[in-house]
Structure formats: structure tokens, C-alpha cells
């Protein structure tokens, strides 16, 4: 499957909005007829992204990648209604609002689809806790009722999503399944929405998304859809999903562990795999998400986190900048009840209330994104290592050459240097590399090398 030709200039910023609006982290559920969430009031939080989108502007990003937004019992991931904006973010007009001050900005809009699982609250289940095996949508889920028979009051069992079990699996086998699915697409996608993440794709047979997509791109050919996948073979599943793309949770890994552990072989290696994924598609790359703990926190020296960001911004793939690490936000997730909360924060009013001491690396974000963004070949484009050691890392990124047309085929090629050591190193590079676009560096063109202090980073090319 071809992406979007937009795709290829897309750098998004994920936010997750109920932490970042500071919504209570718990919704008010009410016992309506759908067992949605009736009961709780809409409080008009969306709009609070408004102020921000200048700032992701000026950052250098081209989109807002949303988290849930949904009707959901907690932490959004346990879906009530998904044709139901959630009322603690507001109501259909917010999300409307937001859309049209996102594209007047020229940003595209990532929707987030939890399509494995749904909260026990979802309407439909709550009919079958109710009616029995009868009940209208009792093949959308994979239950089990009691030999003996249903009785009313009687719960059957149901496959939940690893072991949580207020999140009810849903039964992708089920057309009717299917169709919600589509349905629910291309109804966000009717109001404005650019594309899709969809969450745990990984948990979804593929033979499930292929047909599911071929009827939504139907309708809207330009959507782009990536899934949620942590590990396995990505060009597979990507082939036969018919997704544009997946998370890239190796190269996640490889940059913070080969930092820490002082350790660029293993970046490498990463990056050789990192390669041969973009034979077939391009990943969403990232250093950063609602799901891990925060780089800045992650990485053992806070010195180091340029070299990290230098790495995401100069090898092929689609970046996503996780909404506060842009300003070096800190935050550690537990394997705990509300053991993410502190990697989805509030955030304050508006730009003007972020500390001072964020906005350093701030401008280092839209450094290394203003670069990416003149050298949109870069989407695709291989990197081949030239000089490793452990504290020592110079590679050479290129397009695939001869289309001419500007595009991820023109033929540029950048050469970067990094040092993970305190120690300056002067580290050889290319002959003709070019000049020095980015970074702190000194060139010693008379003997084709760079010099680069203590945790130094160099990018080298034509402008």
C-alpha cells in the first residue's frame, strides 16, 4: 500500500488530550438506555489545544496526533461511545472547532481508534450483560456462557485485552464488528479527521484490517492509517493489514539503550533493520509516547538527549514528538494503577507558563525539525554506518536517487556525527560532505574529518 503523498512531509505532535486538559481521570457513567455516559456532564476542554497550535507551528510539526477522544470510562482506552466525543474533553461542536483551527494552520489531524477492546460500559455489551445470548450484538464479543444455561443476572466470561479485564475484546471475526469499525471511521473522517492510529493493532488479525480499509479508503483515498505495534514482523503485518505504517518500537529501544549503555552497536544494528522496513513502508518513529517513560527521564545522562533527537530527525521514517518533551518534560511510567500519570500530564494555559529552563530544548526540536523539513527526501531515506565504535557513531543518510522532483527519490545525502563520550573526538567523515547545517562542530576539511566536543552531534550536507 502506497501513503498519502502528505505523509511524506508529516511530523506530528501526540498529545494525549484528557491528561493534557486535565480532565478527571475517571467519567461520570450514567445508566442510560446505551450504558454510555449519560450521567456526566460536558465540560468544553478541547478548546484549551487551541492556544498551543501556533506553538506546534512554530516548532516546525505539520499535524496534531490526538489521543482518545471518545466517550471512555477512565483513561480513554476503555471506548463507551465512538461516535461520542468525550463529554469531560466536550462536545461535537468543540471537536469541530478544533479541527478548523488545526487546518487553517495547515496541520492534519491523527484521530486514535481502540478497535480491539472496548469498556464495559460500551452499549452494546452492557445489552448482552442484560439480554442474554439473544441479545443483538452477543457474536461481537468472544464469550463464554455457563453450561447450564444464561439465567438474567448471570455475567458470562469474555476474552478481555491481556489480562485487563474491564476491556472487552471484541470479536473481529463478527461482520458486524467490521462494520461498526468502517462506520466509525469514516464518520470522524467526514468531520475533518486526516487518519487514523489504530491502537493494538498488533492484538487485531490482519485479515481483519485489510477489508476494513479498502471500504474506508473508498471514500477517503488520502486518509493514513498506522498501527500500534511493539514487536514481530512489521513488513508482513504491514502487507497483509494493508496499513501505511507501525510504530517503530525497536528504534525506540535501540536510541535510549545504546546511550545509556554507551553502546552504538546496537543503534547500528537497529538502524541496518530500520532500513530494510523501509523497503516496503515507512514507520512512525518517535523517542517518545503516552505509553513509555519520558526521555528525559529514560536517559541515564540528560546531556545525551540531543544525540537521541538527532538520530529521530535524521533517518528515514515519520517522526512523532510527544507533547512536553519538546520542552524536556520529566516523567517515569509504573506498572501500577495510574502508573502512567505522570508521563500524560496537564498542561498549563498556554506557552507564555512553561518554564524557562524547557525552552533550550526547545529550539534544539525546531533546529533539527527545520532541517528535516528542507530535506523532505528524508522520509525514506537509508542510512549506511561509516565509522562505530562504542562512544562513536558517523552515518550517512541518502534518497534513493533519480526522480528530481523534490521528492524522497531526489538523491540528497546528509552525514552525521555523534560523540556519547565527554570526551571531544574528531571523527572522519565523507569526502565533499559539505558544510555545517546543524549541530556544534568543528570541520577540518584538509583532512576530511569533524571535530565535536564532549556529547557532540554534527549533521554535514548541501543546504
Excluded at 52 to 72: I, K, N, Q, R, T
Excluded at 453 to 460: H, I
Aim: some cysteine; proline content about 6%.
Amino acid at each position: 500500500m502506497t501513503e498519502p503523498d502528505w505523509v511524506q512531509h508529516a511530523i506530528w505532535w501526540q498529545v494525549y488530550p484528557i491528561g493534557f486538559v486535565g480532565a478527571e481521570p475517571t467519567a461520570d457513567i450514567g445508566a442510560g438506555p446505551a450504558g454510555g455516559a449519560a450521567a456526566q456532564p460536558v465540560v468544553h476542554r478541547l478548546g484549551q489545544l487551541v492556544p498551543w497550535l501556533d506553538y506546534v507551528v512554530e516548532l516546525g510539526a505539520s499535524g496534531l496526533a490526538l489521543g482518545p477522544v471518545f466517550a471512555s470510562e477512565t483513561h480513554g482506552y476503555d471506548t463507551t461511545d465512538y461516535f461520542r466525543i468525550d463529554p469531560r474533553l466536550g462536545d461535537d461542536a468543540d471537536f469541530d472547532e478544533l479541527i478548523t483551527q488545526c487546518h487553517a494552520r495547515g496541520l492534519k489531524v491523527l484521530l486514535d481508534g481502540v478497535f480491539n477492546h472496548v469498556g464495559r460500559s460500551f452499549g452494546p455489551f452492557q445489552r448482552v450483560l442484560a439480554e442474554g445470548p439473544d441479545a443483538p450484538a452477543a457474536s461481537w464479543f468472544r464469550l463464554q456462557w455457563p453450561d447450564s444455561g444464561w439465567t438474567p443476572g448471570t455475567e458470562p466470561g469474555y476474552d478481555d485485552f491481556e489480562g485487563h479485564h474491564h476491556l472487552v475484546a471484541l470479536n473481529h471475526d463478527e461482520p458486524g464488528v467490521a462494520a461498526l469499525v468502517t462506520d466509525v471511521m469514516k464518520h470522524w473522517l467526514g468531520r475533518g479527521a486526516d487518519g487514523w492510529r489504530l491502537d493494538a493493532a498488533y492484538a487485531v488479525p490482519a485479515s481483519f484490517w485489510a477489508p476494513v480499509l479498502a471500504e474506508v479508503r473508498r471514500d477517503y483515498p488520502e486518509a493514513y492509517f498506522v498501527g500500534e505495534y511493539i514487536h514481530g514482523d512489521f513488513a508482513d503485518e504491514v502487507e497483509r493489514s494493508t496499513l501505511d505504517s507501525v510504530t517503530q518500537y525497536e528504534l525506540w529501544k535501540a536510541v535510549w539503550s545504546s546511550l545509556n549503555d554507551a553502546n552504538f552497536y546496537e543503534l547500528a544494528s537497529a538502524l541496518e533493520r530500520h532500513n530494510g522496513f523501509l523497503d516496503s513502508f515507512v514507520p512512525l518513529t518517535f523517542v517518545g509516547n503516552h505509553d513509555v517513560t519520558r526521555l528525559a527521564s529514560k536517559l541515564e545522562n540528560p546531556d545525551q538527549l540531543a544525540l537521541a533527537l538527532t538520530v529521530l530527525l535524521t533517518v528515514g521514517g515519520t517522526p512523532s514528538i510527544y507533547y512536553g518533551d519538546e520542552q524536556a518534560f520529566r516523567g517515569v511510567k509504573e506498572d501500577r494503577a495510574g502508573g502512567d500519570d505522570a508521563v500524560r500530564p496537564a498542561f498549563p494555559a498556554g506557552p507564555a507558563d512553561l518554564a524557562a529552563a524547557g525552552w533550550p530544548v526547545y529550539h534544539l526540536h525546531q533546529e533539527l525539525i527545520s532541517l528535516r523539513r528542507r530535506h523532505a527526501w528524508l522520509h525514506r531515506a537509508r542510512t549506511t554506518v561509516l565509522t562505530l565504535s562504542n562512544e562513536h557513531l558517523v552515518y550517512q543518510v541518502r534518497g534513493d536517487g533519480g526522480t528530481g522532483d523534490g521528492g524522497a527519490r531526489d538523491g540528497g545525502a546528509l552525514t552525521v556525527a555523534l560523540n556519547l563520550s565527554v570526551t571531544p573526538a574528531d571523527l572522519p567523515v565523507p569526502a565533499g560532505s559539505g558544510t555545517l547545517l546543524a549541530g556544534q562542530a568543528r570541520q577540518h576539511q584538509e583532512r576530511d574529518a569533524v571535530g565535536l566536543p564532549g556529547y557532540g552531534w554534527a549533521v554535514l550536507g548541501s543546504s
